[in-house]
């Protein structure tokens, strides 16, 4: 059987995506043990890998008392400090998951953090904070041109390819990239089929590449409206890519 992928939230808006088959399960990015350890009883699964994207503590918090109770492989990024990791990969990296009979790529995207990696397999992909459903994450150690390679990069997989985020912003982002793109109709539709599910209580995710290439503004560099809304941002005429980008994520971390 097919493993599925169900979401575990965990703080306020994270998920812990949470890969599963009858007996055993994967999970990516548990920033909190808790949810996860009752999960994990409550379905009767005995957990076989844990999977981390990046270093911030929201992302591997529960790592260490997880692993108290399974002794699994824990892979991460080779370049950032995680106390935790077994297995250290980056990009060209494979990984796989017998119990699941899943495997994955590992994708080098640095700019959320400097080593920041991406799962990727099975048509799924696990991008942490790098791509968000309609945005991106914060540069917090990296540079606006490793951000927008990282995206250009995710941007290049297949339109239907599952993008699992590590938050909950869908409604939030598509609030700015409507200032950024109010003549954007697909945003409309995005943002009344995503209130609905957030109205029932659901996850706006997986979202798939196809929606973010037409919705997501920070992989629409390259559309006259979005460089248009940059410059007047900006107060300046650029066309650049890499700083219609840089002008919109400084937009958004004020908007
Ligand atoms: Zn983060
Ligand atoms: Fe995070």
């Given at each position: 059987?097919?493993p599925r ?10 998920y ?6 009858e007996?055993h399960?994967a ?17 009767k699964?005995?957990l076989a ?7 911030h ?6 790592i260490a008392?997880?692993?108290r ?7 991460g990024p ?5 106390a ?11 990984i796989?998951?017998p119990e699941?009979a ?6 080098d995207?640095?700019g959320h953090?400097r080593?920041h990696?991406a799962?990727y ?6 991008c942490?904070?790098?791509?968000f459903?309609?945005?991106c994450?914060r540069?917090f150690?990296?540079?606006?041109e490793?951000m927008?390679?990282?995206l250009s990069?995710?941007a290049?997989?297949?339109?239907d390819?599952q993008?699992?985020?590590g938050?909950?912003y869908?409604l ?6 409507k200032?950024v ?7 409309d ?9 957030r109205?029932a209580?659901?996850?706006t995710l997986?979202?798939t ?17 979005v460089?248009?809304?940059a410059n007047?941002?900006l107060g300046?005429?650029v066309?650049?890519?890499v700083?219609v980008?840089a002008?919109?994520r400084?937009w958004?971390?004020?908007?």
């Open positions: 059987m097919e992928i169900v979401p575990i939230s965990a703080f306020k808006d994270n812990v995506w949470t890969l599963r088959n007996r399960a999970v990516v990015d548990p920033g909190e043990a808790r949810p996860v350890l009752e999960y994990l009883a409550r379905e699964l005995e890998a844990i999977l981390a994207t990046h270093h503590p929201d992302h591997v918090g529960g008392e997880l692993v109770h399974y002794r699994v492989p824990v892979f080779k370049n950032e400090p995680i935790t990791l077994t297995h250290p990969v980056s990009e060209g990296d494979r796989s998951v699941l899943m495997q994955f790529e590992v994708l995207i640095p953090t080593a990696i799962y397999g099975a048509g799924a992909l696990f942490g904070d790098t791509l459903a309609c945005g994450g540069l150690e990296g540079t606006a490793q927008f390679a990282s990069k995710l290049a997989l297949p339109d390819t993008v699992y985020c938050h909950e869908t939030a982002n598509i609030g700015f990239a200032a793109e109010p003549g954007n109709r697909a945003l539709a995005r943002e009344e089929r995503d209130r609905r599910l109205d209580g659901k996850p997986p979202s590449l196809a929606d973010e290439k037409a919705t997501n503004p920070f992989l629409r560099c390259r559309e006259p409206a460089i248009e809304s007047k941002y300046a005429r066309a650049d890519p700083r980008f002008a919109i400084d958004k971390n004020r908007f």
